[in-house]
Protein backbone atom coordinates (compact mmCIF):
# COMPACT_ATOMS: atom_id res chain seq x y z
CA UNK A 1 0.00 0.00 0.00
CA UNK A 2 1.52 3.04 -1.18
CA UNK A 3 2.44 6.44 1.47
CA UNK A 4 -0.35 8.35 0.06
CA UNK A 5 -3.01 5.75 -0.16
CA UNK A 6 -2.25 4.62 4.09
CA UNK A 7 -2.51 8.80 5.07
CA UNK A 8 -5.56 8.89 3.27
CA UNK A 9 -7.13 5.99 4.73
CA UNK A 10 -5.53 7.07 8.16
CA UNK A 11 -7.55 10.74 7.48
CA UNK A 12 -10.78 8.64 6.75
CA UNK A 13 -10.56 6.68 9.85
CA UNK A 14 -9.80 9.99 12.17
CA UNK A 15 -13.11 11.59 10.53
CA UNK A 16 -15.60 8.81 11.07
CA UNK A 17 -14.21 8.79 14.51
CA UNK A 18 -14.95 12.08 15.15
CA UNK A 19 -18.56 11.82 13.58
CA UNK A 20 -19.17 8.94 16.63
CA UNK A 21 -17.50 10.95 19.25
CA UNK A 22 -20.06 14.49 18.87
CA UNK A 23 -23.19 11.91 17.74
CA UNK A 24 -25.68 10.88 20.21
CA UNK A 25 -23.73 8.56 21.24
CA UNK A 26 -20.92 10.64 22.97
CA UNK A 27 -22.21 10.03 26.25
CA UNK A 28 -19.90 6.83 26.04
CA UNK A 29 -16.83 8.35 24.54
CA UNK A 30 -13.65 7.38 26.04
CA UNK A 31 -12.06 9.32 29.61
CA UNK A 32 -9.55 12.22 29.46
CA UNK A 33 -6.96 11.60 28.10
CA UNK A 34 -4.78 12.48 31.16
CA UNK A 35 -6.79 10.21 33.48
CA UNK A 36 -6.32 12.46 36.54
CA UNK A 37 -9.27 14.44 36.93
CA UNK A 38 -12.81 13.90 37.10
CA UNK A 39 -14.84 12.63 34.13
CA UNK A 40 -18.07 14.93 33.52
CA UNK A 41 -18.76 13.58 29.74
CA UNK A 42 -22.16 12.53 29.52
CA UNK A 43 -26.16 14.68 28.85
CA UNK A 44 -26.96 16.63 31.71
CA UNK A 45 -29.94 17.76 32.28
CA UNK A 46 -30.76 21.68 34.48
CA UNK A 47 -34.59 21.78 34.75
CA UNK A 48 -35.66 22.39 38.44
CA UNK A 49 -38.21 23.70 40.26
CA UNK A 50 -35.96 25.93 42.35
CA UNK A 51 -36.58 29.54 41.02
CA UNK A 52 -33.58 31.59 39.39
CA UNK A 53 -34.52 34.42 42.25
CA UNK A 54 -35.82 33.92 45.50
CA UNK A 55 -39.64 33.87 45.70
CA UNK A 56 -40.92 37.03 47.90
CA UNK A 57 -42.68 34.80 50.46
CA UNK A 58 -39.29 32.92 51.52
CA UNK A 59 -37.97 35.95 52.19
CA UNK A 60 -34.46 35.31 54.16
CA UNK A 61 -35.05 31.51 53.86
CA UNK A 62 -31.67 30.01 52.11
CA UNK A 63 -32.21 26.23 52.23
CA UNK A 64 -35.54 24.33 52.52
CA UNK A 65 -36.40 21.85 55.20
CA UNK A 66 -36.31 18.22 54.15
CA UNK A 67 -40.20 18.75 54.94
CA UNK A 68 -40.71 21.77 52.99
CA UNK A 69 -38.85 20.70 49.88
CA UNK A 70 -41.26 17.83 49.75
CA UNK A 71 -44.27 19.74 49.64
CA UNK A 72 -42.88 22.48 46.99
CA UNK A 73 -42.02 19.52 44.76
CA UNK A 74 -45.82 18.47 45.21
CA UNK A 75 -46.96 21.66 43.94
CA UNK A 76 -44.40 21.66 40.98
CA UNK A 77 -45.42 18.15 39.89
CA UNK A 78 -49.45 19.43 40.09
CA UNK A 79 -48.41 22.72 37.86
CA UNK A 80 -46.72 20.21 35.45
CA UNK A 81 -50.61 18.67 34.93
CA UNK A 82 -52.11 22.37 34.67
CA UNK A 83 -54.56 22.09 31.54
CA UNK A 84 -54.38 25.78 31.20
CA UNK A 85 -52.17 27.85 29.37
CA UNK A 86 -49.21 29.44 31.70
CA UNK A 87 -48.95 33.33 32.25
CA UNK A 88 -47.33 35.22 29.76
CA UNK A 89 -45.36 38.02 30.44
CA UNK A 90 -47.52 39.96 26.95
CA UNK A 91 -50.93 39.96 26.54
CA UNK A 92 -51.30 36.72 24.55
CA UNK A 93 -51.68 33.21 26.36
CA UNK A 94 -48.15 30.73 25.88
CA UNK A 95 -48.33 27.19 25.48
CA UNK A 96 -49.74 24.91 28.00
CA UNK A 97 -47.34 22.75 30.61
CA UNK A 98 -47.51 19.58 28.73
CA UNK A 99 -45.38 21.46 26.26
CA UNK A 100 -42.86 22.69 29.27
CA UNK A 101 -40.56 20.74 30.99
CA UNK A 102 -39.90 23.16 33.84
CA UNK A 103 -38.55 20.84 36.68
CA UNK A 104 -40.33 19.20 39.49
CA UNK A 105 -37.37 18.21 41.58
CA UNK A 106 -35.63 21.36 43.66
CA UNK A 107 -31.71 21.71 43.67
CA UNK A 108 -29.93 18.33 45.75
CA UNK A 109 -28.85 21.40 47.53
CA UNK A 110 -32.33 22.27 48.75
CA UNK A 111 -31.52 25.98 48.30
CA UNK A 112 -34.17 28.25 48.10
CA UNK A 113 -32.95 29.85 44.51
CA UNK A 114 -30.27 29.63 42.34
CA UNK A 115 -28.72 32.86 43.06
CA UNK A 116 -26.76 32.72 45.95
CA UNK A 117 -25.46 36.30 46.26
CA UNK A 118 -26.63 39.14 47.03
CA UNK A 119 -27.96 37.06 50.38
CA UNK A 120 -31.65 38.21 49.35
CA UNK A 121 -31.01 35.59 46.21
CA UNK A 122 -32.33 38.34 43.85
CA UNK A 123 -30.43 39.66 40.12
CA UNK A 124 -28.82 42.90 41.45
CA UNK A 125 -30.44 46.27 40.00
CA UNK A 126 -28.94 47.58 36.57
CA UNK A 127 -27.13 50.17 35.91
CA UNK A 128 -29.09 53.22 35.12
CA UNK A 129 -27.57 53.19 31.70
CA UNK A 130 -28.46 49.63 31.23
CA UNK A 131 -32.35 49.99 32.84
CA UNK A 132 -32.90 52.60 30.35
CA UNK A 133 -31.58 50.42 27.34
CA UNK A 134 -33.70 47.69 28.49
CA UNK A 135 -36.49 50.48 28.84
CA UNK A 136 -35.81 51.32 25.00
CA UNK A 137 -35.31 47.56 23.44
CA UNK A 138 -39.00 46.50 25.36
CA UNK A 139 -40.47 48.87 23.65
CA UNK A 140 -39.48 48.01 20.71
CA UNK A 141 -39.86 44.78 21.22
CA UNK A 142 -43.40 45.48 21.96
CA UNK A 143 -43.45 47.19 18.29
CA UNK A 144 -41.13 45.78 16.23
CA UNK A 145 -40.06 47.28 12.83
CA UNK A 146 -38.01 44.40 11.84
CA UNK A 147 -36.68 41.36 12.95
CA UNK A 148 -33.08 43.54 14.57
CA UNK A 149 -35.68 44.70 17.38
CA UNK A 150 -36.55 41.45 18.84
CA UNK A 151 -34.16 39.48 20.88
CA UNK A 152 -31.64 37.40 20.08
CA UNK A 153 -33.66 34.34 21.15
CA UNK A 154 -36.36 35.16 18.93
CA UNK A 155 -34.16 35.97 16.24
CA UNK A 156 -32.69 32.16 16.43
CA UNK A 157 -29.61 33.96 16.87
CA UNK A 158 -28.30 32.66 20.30
CA UNK A 159 -30.38 31.91 24.12
CA UNK A 160 -29.47 32.44 26.91
CA UNK A 161 -29.09 28.66 28.50
CA UNK A 162 -25.96 28.20 25.47
CA UNK A 163 -24.44 32.02 26.98
CA UNK A 164 -22.69 31.52 30.69
CA UNK A 165 -24.04 31.62 33.01
CA UNK A 166 -25.99 28.41 31.89
CA UNK A 167 -29.48 28.99 33.11
CA UNK A 168 -32.51 26.24 32.53
CA UNK A 169 -35.69 27.20 31.15
CA UNK A 170 -38.68 25.90 30.88
CA UNK A 171 -37.76 23.33 28.39
CA UNK A 172 -34.56 22.14 26.63
CA UNK A 173 -32.43 22.32 29.70
CA UNK A 174 -30.07 19.56 28.01
CA UNK A 175 -26.22 19.71 27.95
CA UNK A 176 -23.80 17.41 26.49
CA UNK A 177 -20.39 17.35 27.72
CA UNK A 178 -17.13 15.93 25.85
CA UNK A 179 -13.82 16.10 27.01
CA UNK A 180 -10.36 16.01 26.77
CA UNK A 181 -7.10 16.46 27.59
CA UNK A 182 -7.06 19.57 25.85
CA UNK A 183 -10.77 21.28 25.54
CA UNK A 184 -14.20 20.38 26.66
CA UNK A 185 -17.24 21.14 24.36
CA UNK A 186 -20.20 21.69 25.76
CA UNK A 187 -22.99 20.46 23.18
CA UNK A 188 -26.54 23.19 23.58
CA UNK A 189 -30.07 21.53 23.04
CA UNK A 190 -31.08 25.49 23.08
CA UNK A 191 -30.88 26.36 20.63
CA UNK A 192 -28.18 23.81 19.40
CA UNK A 193 -24.83 26.10 20.05
CA UNK A 194 -21.42 24.37 20.86
CA UNK A 195 -19.19 26.00 23.48
CA UNK A 196 -15.22 24.95 23.58
CA UNK A 197 -13.67 26.06 26.79
CA UNK A 198 -10.11 25.65 25.53
CA UNK A 199 -7.53 23.97 28.67
CA UNK A 200 -4.57 24.57 26.40
CA UNK A 201 -4.07 28.29 26.85
CA UNK A 202 -4.42 30.73 29.77
CA UNK A 203 -5.26 33.37 28.16
CA UNK A 204 -7.93 35.16 25.99
CA UNK A 205 -8.18 35.97 22.86
CA UNK A 206 -7.52 39.66 21.40
CA UNK A 207 -9.59 42.21 22.93
CA UNK A 208 -11.07 43.20 19.10
CA UNK A 209 -12.20 39.38 18.79
CA UNK A 210 -15.96 39.07 20.13
CA UNK A 211 -17.93 35.76 19.87
CA UNK A 212 -21.33 35.45 20.91
CA UNK A 213 -20.36 32.44 23.31
CA UNK A 214 -17.70 34.77 24.40
CA UNK A 215 -14.09 33.15 24.63
CA UNK A 216 -13.62 30.24 27.52
CA UNK A 217 -10.53 29.09 28.70
CA UNK A 218 -10.08 26.54 31.82
CA UNK A 219 -7.98 25.33 34.23
CA UNK A 220 -8.10 22.80 36.96
CA UNK A 221 -8.27 23.62 40.04
CA UNK A 222 -7.51 20.09 42.40
CA UNK A 223 -11.28 18.03 41.08
CA UNK A 224 -13.12 21.59 40.05
CA UNK A 225 -13.00 22.60 36.29
CA UNK A 226 -12.81 26.39 36.64
CA UNK A 227 -14.05 28.18 33.31
CA UNK A 228 -13.16 31.49 32.61
CA UNK A 229 -15.10 32.90 29.86
CA UNK A 230 -15.01 36.99 28.51
CA UNK A 231 -14.58 38.44 24.82
CA UNK A 232 -18.30 38.48 24.78
CA UNK A 233 -20.16 40.67 21.59
CA UNK A 234 -20.41 44.57 22.45
CA UNK A 235 -24.28 45.66 21.87
CA UNK A 236 -27.17 43.61 20.86
CA UNK A 237 -26.93 41.11 23.73
CA UNK A 238 -30.47 41.55 24.62
CA UNK A 239 -32.45 38.70 25.07
CA UNK A 240 -36.33 39.96 25.29
CA UNK A 241 -38.27 38.25 27.50
CA UNK A 242 -36.54 34.96 27.88
CA UNK A 243 -36.07 35.50 31.58
CA UNK A 244 -32.61 35.79 33.79
CA UNK A 245 -30.06 38.54 32.40
CA UNK A 246 -30.92 41.30 30.23
CA UNK A 247 -28.37 40.18 28.14
CA UNK A 248 -24.55 40.28 27.41
CA UNK A 249 -22.09 42.84 26.35
CA UNK A 250 -18.29 43.42 25.91
CA UNK A 251 -17.34 43.51 29.62
CA UNK A 252 -19.63 40.73 30.96
CA UNK A 253 -17.09 38.35 32.61
CA UNK A 254 -18.30 35.03 33.90
CA UNK A 255 -16.25 32.43 36.22
CA UNK A 256 -17.93 29.29 36.62
CA UNK A 257 -17.04 26.25 38.28
CA UNK A 258 -17.95 22.38 37.84
CA UNK A 259 -17.51 19.45 40.23
CA UNK A 260 -19.28 16.23 40.30
CA UNK A 261 -21.30 16.09 43.80
CA UNK A 262 -21.83 12.62 43.20
CA UNK A 263 -21.86 10.45 40.18
CA UNK A 264 -25.00 11.53 39.03
CA UNK A 265 -24.86 15.07 39.91
CA UNK A 266 -22.84 17.88 38.54
CA UNK A 267 -22.56 21.36 40.59
CA UNK A 268 -22.39 23.89 38.49
CA UNK A 269 -21.31 27.48 39.63
CA UNK A 270 -21.05 30.78 38.59
CA UNK A 271 -20.22 34.72 39.20
CA UNK A 272 -21.28 37.06 37.39
CA UNK A 273 -19.35 40.85 36.77
CA UNK A 274 -20.86 43.18 34.53
CA UNK A 275 -20.20 46.85 35.27
CA UNK A 276 -21.89 48.10 32.33
CA UNK A 277 -24.92 46.02 33.44
CA UNK A 278 -25.06 45.70 37.02
CA UNK A 279 -24.86 47.23 39.86
CA UNK A 280 -22.66 44.67 41.43
CA UNK A 281 -21.11 41.08 40.92
CA UNK A 282 -23.74 38.33 41.49
CA UNK A 283 -22.81 34.44 42.17
CA UNK A 284 -25.48 31.34 41.43
CA UNK A 285 -25.40 27.56 41.96
CA UNK A 286 -27.44 24.82 39.90
CA UNK A 287 -27.27 21.02 40.37
CA UNK A 288 -27.45 19.34 37.27
CA UNK A 289 -28.68 15.64 36.96
CA UNK A 290 -27.15 13.24 35.05
CA UNK A 291 -29.77 11.81 31.43
CA UNK A 292 -29.65 8.75 28.95
CA UNK A 293 -30.38 11.74 26.36
CA UNK A 294 -29.89 11.53 23.46
CA UNK A 295 -30.04 15.45 22.51
CA UNK A 296 -31.80 16.19 19.49
CA UNK A 297 -31.34 19.03 17.02
CA UNK A 298 -33.14 22.20 18.19
CA UNK A 299 -33.85 23.84 13.96
CA UNK A 300 -34.64 26.86 15.46
CA UNK A 301 -34.51 28.84 11.90
CA UNK A 302 -36.48 25.64 10.50
CA UNK A 303 -39.72 26.40 12.24
CA UNK A 304 -39.28 30.13 12.89
CA UNK A 305 -42.69 31.21 12.22
CA UNK A 306 -43.02 33.28 14.96
CA UNK A 307 -40.43 35.79 13.88
CA UNK A 308 -43.17 36.33 10.54
CA UNK A 309 -45.84 36.23 12.78
CA UNK A 310 -44.69 38.65 15.32
CA UNK A 311 -43.43 41.06 12.49
CA UNK A 312 -47.03 40.77 11.05
CA UNK A 313 -49.09 40.93 14.34
CA UNK A 314 -46.65 44.59 14.97
CA UNK A 315 -48.33 45.54 11.51
CA UNK A 316 -52.10 44.96 12.09
CA UNK A 317 -51.37 46.61 15.57
CA UNK A 318 -50.00 49.63 13.75
CA UNK A 319 -52.91 49.68 11.36
CA UNK A 320 -55.73 49.47 14.29
CA UNK A 321 -54.36 52.33 16.48
CA UNK A 322 -55.39 55.25 14.26
CA UNK A 323 -59.14 53.58 14.56
CA UNK A 324 -59.15 52.68 18.13
CA UNK A 325 -58.14 56.66 18.57
CA UNK A 326 -61.07 58.08 16.79
Known sequence: MTHWRRRRIGTLALALTAICFVGPGA????????????DFQGIWNSATATPLERPAQ????????????????????????D???????????????????????????????????????KIPALTPPAAAEKRRRMELLNHPQGAED????????????????????????NYQIIQTA?????????????????LD??????????LWLGDSIGRWEADTLVVD?????????FFGEAGGMFGSDKNLHVVERFSLLDADTLLYRFEVD?????????????????????????????????????????????????????
Open 27 to 38: AQSPAPASGQHP
Open 274 to 326: DPTAFVRPWKGELTLSRSDGPIFEYACHEGNYALIDLLNGARVAERSEPAAKE
Open 201 to 210: RDSHLAPNVR
Open 182 to 198: HEVMINVEMAHDTRIIR
Open 83 to 121: PKPEAAARTFASYNALFYETGTKLLKTLRTSIITDPPDG
Open 229 to 237: TANFNDGGG
Open 150 to 173: LGLQDQCIIFPTAVAPMRPYIYNS
Open 58 to 81: LKDKEFFTPEEAMDWERRAAARRQ
